[in-house]
Nanobody, 126 residues
Framework: QVQLVESGGRLVQPGGSLTLSCAAS????????MGWFRQAPGKEREIVAG????????YYADSVKGRFTTSRDFAGNTGHLQMTNLKPEDTAVYYC???????????????????WGQGTQVTVSS
């Protein structure tokens, strides 16, 4: 059974930067798309970014375009979300997820992902 574990969440000041990582174990996700989602209190979980299995295709929500960058290691089993110019509205629990190949190149909906991490808290505050 594939397990995903996020790391890197912490308190950061507005305008700061942070990189989240997502490590897969228990299975090979190199052929899976990987997505990053976030959920703020009282809000629905929303996609932030996604990357295809090859790394050649990416997706970013409008709210993070130009500030966030997603990537994955060459072996494909570790993903990263580099976040810059962080804003208080970026505060949320961030989740990584993996989607089996049949779901499409870069799925953007929560129900398109098959495996989820437990989440890591990112707080942007002065």
């Amino acid at each position: 059974q594939v397990q995903l574990v996020e790391s890197g969440g912490r308190l950061v000041q507005p305008g700061g930067s942070l990189t989240l990582s997502c490590a897969a174990s228990g299975g090979d996700v190199s052929s899976h798309a990987m997505g990053w989602f976030r959920q703020a209190p009282g809000k629905e979980r929303e996609i932030v970014a996604g990357i295809s299995w090859s790394g050649r295709n990416t997706y970013y929500a409008d709210s993070v375009k130009g500030r966030f960058t997603t990537s994955r290691d060459f072996a494909g089993n570790t993903g990263h979300l580099q976040m810059t110019n962080l804003k208080p509205e970026d505060t949320a629990v961030y989740y990584c997820a993996a989607a089996v190949p049949m779901r499409g190149n870069v799925p953007t909906t929560t129900d398109s992902y098959d495996y989820w991490g437990q989440g890591t808290q990112v707080t942007v505050s002065s």
